[in-house]
């Protein structure tokens, strides 16, 4: 009789367990073959993901719910496709989102690689989809994530560079554990998911427009190439504000322009050379060197740059050079042929000049080699000062208001973070980027004006991984050596264009008498022997690179707080203090945070299991 009444039991559990399963499949397919009514967001931002234009990427953001809307095209789709986010577009640890089919149905789902790009369906499902249609146009598929899902697989959307990660599906996927993204060979685009929400002054009606662009060139069949022209201003033109600017791109070319920047020359130099070539050619004259000075700076997927309604940023007139340097980016990895460009920057300026000039200063590290990354680290932080003596010396009393930012660093570069301290405490993020690549550099509009003050001091924190080099990388000018600079675009203008800083020297030769000394070798003192050369003879273990930490950490700087002359403001800048930060911001916690959503800690659901999370839906 006992045995009896088990049986029974059993059974009753198994057909309750299949009921109850097979209920949750047909609610699931019904949702997706008939979406919820849902009031379809507008997609402000636009951005071609593939050379070929096969898939474009159109999104808008909500900062009251704190999320973000996505809509991919695409033109031919065949078996699904795949998109995704990771830290620095790697396809191994990263954030996915699939549509695929099984020769029979098709599938929408949340999902993720490991770190040897193996595809996991995510047990907690963030990705919402909103609706599917077909047109002349392509497949389109609109849904839609938070910002955070407090979900240990998904990617944080924050402020700064977002990694996209691309695929297309070419075959029925019958188990997504036979997927290995890394086989996919999946493309790469970088981009700002987040942008403010302010709208956009409007234009004064005597705005003109001057375009620089690039002068029908042939794109070289090549991956990578940078060309470089210089543009003449008119002769004797008076001074104007600068009150917008956009790109100007050749239409079929929109995804092999890749960044663009115009720069203005020293106005010292006379006369430049009329040159349109490469920017790596030996054949480049050396006067353009001296065309450094950013006026705009558009990258693939960035709007038109609007400055405030009272400031502008100066073109023409006494002081400025009449010479611009235009530098165009082509991305070209399909190795087109013929291809003509004439793309560039077209400027919005005005004669009837606003109230305040704009200017541009630079925050961070001096570009010198006495800042040096060791070989072999993932992560190694440098930090560049501007200190409260300098601001107290320079700074106007009422201050002054950045409005904008362009972050750099070269190769190794993976994060930048500039933050305003007053009175010992970090009381606002200037800009960050925690995913920072060197490939994606334009200038940024922040969510909020930043208002510095005099005795205010900026620190600007750069991260970097120098796992795959054997040597030191120094800082300095060339592209396998480092920089961390911050171009903050403020108003009004004022005299001080530089304030940055480096370690004291004599500290740093005491770091190499220490070391070598605990290696066994002596110490160079000869007066030939460079900063490069002593770096270079170490021999770099754990102990060398945390006694160099800890010599940048604490050791007096020497303080660059230099005019528009490119001369130190008058005062004491050798051997100065590093500025004492106190108390650090604390990020707001995001709506899962708050909710205290826990996640799933499946981490490699069975078959079985995955079907559970699958969202069958019907491809018309």
Excluded at 191 to 199: E, S, T
Excluded at 396 to 422: D, E, K, M, N
Excluded at 480 to 491: F, G, I, K, R
Aim: proline share 7%; glycine share 6%; aromatic share 10%.
């Amino acid at each position: 009789m006992r045995l009896l009444n088990k049986d029974l039991r059993l059974q009753d559990v198994i057909l309750m367990y299949l009921t109850v399963l097979a209920t949750v499949v047909v609610l699931l397919v019904a949702s997706y073959q008939a979406p919820a009514v849902h009031s379809r967001p507008a997609l402000a931002y636009h951005i071609p993901l593939d050379p070929s234009g096969q898939l474009e990427l159109s999104w808008n953001i909500s900062y009251p719910t704190q999320e973000v809307y996505l809509e991919l095209k695409v033109k031919e789709l065949h078996h699904g496709v795949l998109l995704g986010m990771s830290d620095q577009g790697e396809p191994t640890n990263a954030d996915l989102v699939l549509l695929w089919d099984d020769g029979h149905k098709s599938y929408f789902g949340d999902a993720w690689s490991d770190n040897e790009g193996r595809v996991m369906l995510d047990t907690q499902q963030d990705y919402e989809l909103l609706e599917t249609h077909q047109s002349t146009e392509g497949f389109f598929l609109l849904f839609k994530r938070p910002f955070s899902t407090c979900d240990p697989h998904d990617y944080i959307i924050e402020e700064g560079t977002v990694h996209i990660i691309y695929a297309m599906l070419e075959r029925p996927i019958l188990s997504l554990h036979e997927l290995n993204i890394s086989h996919l060979q999946p493309g790469i685009q970088r981009v700002l998911l987040l942008r403010p929400d302010a709208p956009s002054p409007a234009l004064p009606r005597d705005v003109r427009t001057l375009e620089v662009l690039a002068p029908d060139v042939i794109i070289p069949t090549q991956e990578t190439t940078y060309w470089c022209h210089i543009y003449q201003l008119p002769p004797n033109m008076p001074k104007n504000h600068i009150v917008m600017y956009e790109s100007v791109i050749t239409p079929g070319n929109e995804a092999i322009v890749h960044h663009i920047e115009v720069f203005e020359c020293s106005p010292q130099m006379d006369t430049v050379p009329q040159y349109s070539g490469s920017c790596d050619s030996k054949m480049k004259p050396r006067k353009l060197n001296y065309c450094r000075h950013v006026l705009a700076a558009w990258a693939l997927g960035a709007e038109p740059f609007y400055y405030p309604a009272d400031a502008g940023l100066p073109l023409g007139g006494e002081g400025s050079s009449r010479f611009l340097r235009l530098e165009v980016h082509y991305h070209n990895p399909l190795l087109i042929s013929g291809r003509r460009d004439s793309s560039g920057i077209r400027l919005w300026y005005t004669p009837s000049l606003r109230r305040f000039d704009a200017g541009i200063m630079e925050l961070g590290l001096v570009y010198t080699p006495v800042m040096a990354i060791p070989p072999r680290q993932r992560s190694f932080q440098l930090t560049g000062y501007c200190t409260a003596k300098c601001t107290q010396t320079a700074l106007p009393v009422g201050g002054v208001h950045i409005f904008a930012s362009q972050l750099h660093t070269h190769l190794a570069g993976l994060g930048v973070r500039t933050v305003l301290v007053r009175g010992g405490r970090e009381v606002d993020v200037v800009q960050e980027d925690k995913h920072f690549s060197t490939h994606y550099q334009i200038i940024r509009v922040l969510k909020k004006m930043v208002t510095v003050l005099p005795g205010d001091a900026l620190v600007t924190k750069c991260t970097y991984n120098t796992e795959d080099r054997n040597k030191a990388t120094v800082g300095g000018f060339g592209i396998m050596e480092e920089m961390c600079v911050n171009y903050v675009h403020y108003y009004p203008r004022t005299q001080l264009e530089l304030c940055k800083s480096h370690v004291d020297t004599d500290y740093l030769q005491k770091y190499f008498s220490l070391i070598n000394r605990f290696q066994g070798r002596e110490s160079c003192s000869c007066p030939g022997t460079t900063v490069e050369e002593q770096f270079s003879l170490l021999s770099w273990d754990g102990f060398s690179g945390e006694v160099l930490n800890s010599l940048y950490l604490t050791s007096p700087i020497s303080m660059h707080c230099n005019q528009s002359t490119a001369e130190l403001f008058p005062g004491e800048w050798e051997k100065q203090e590093i500025p004492v930060v106190t108390a650090e911001l604390q990020r707001a916690p995001y709506p899962c945070e708050l909710s205290g959503r826990a996640s799933s800690q499946n981490d490699n659901p069975t078959e079985g299991e995955s079907k559970m999370y699958l969202r069958s839906i019907e491809i018309c």
